[in-house]
Nanobody, 122 residues
Framework: VQLVESGGGLVQAGGSLTLSCAPS??????LGWFRQAPGKKREFVAA????????LFGDSVKGRFTFSKDNAKNTAYLQMKRLKPEDTAVYYC??????????????????WGQGTQVTVSS
């Protein structure tokens, strides 16, 4: 399964941006988003079961980001609001073969997208 991300770009602080993640084939794998800023470790952002029963967020984005899916379009969306300069990073969509309670760990994910840059200016 290949994951294709889109929607990154440059936005001012306080603004909004939506990232998309589209698997290359119809699948029911759980998905997650991670981000990595220069010189920092990859950080968990959000995870969702394909059925949408569980949606979880990292502490730094809770209350500002939402994660949703459009099964008809086979696409997942990360809606980012009230963006801050510290949200600047390359954002990666990732997929697990099966749901794991260690969803916050990048090691649980088998499939990765190429990454999309998000830059938030102050």
């Amino acid at each position: 399964v290949q994951l294709v991300e889109s929607g990154g770009g440059l936005v001012q602080a306080g603004g909004s941006l939506t990232l998309s993640c589209a698997p290359s084939e119809r699948t029911n794998i759980p998905l997650g988003w991670f981000r990595q800023a220069p010189g920092k470790k990859r950080e968990f952002v959000a995870a969702i079961t394909w059925g949408g029963e569980n949606i979880l967020f990292g502490d730094s984005v809770k209350g500002r980001f939402t994660f949703s899916k459009d099964n008809a379009k086979n696409t997942a969306y990360l809606q980012m609001k009230r963006l801050k300069p510290e949200d600047t990073a390359v954002y990666y969509c990732a997929g697990m073969k099966y749901w794991s309670n260690d969803y916050y760990s990048e090691h649980e994910y088998t499939y990765w997208g190429q990454g999309t840059q998000v830059t938030v200016s102050s």
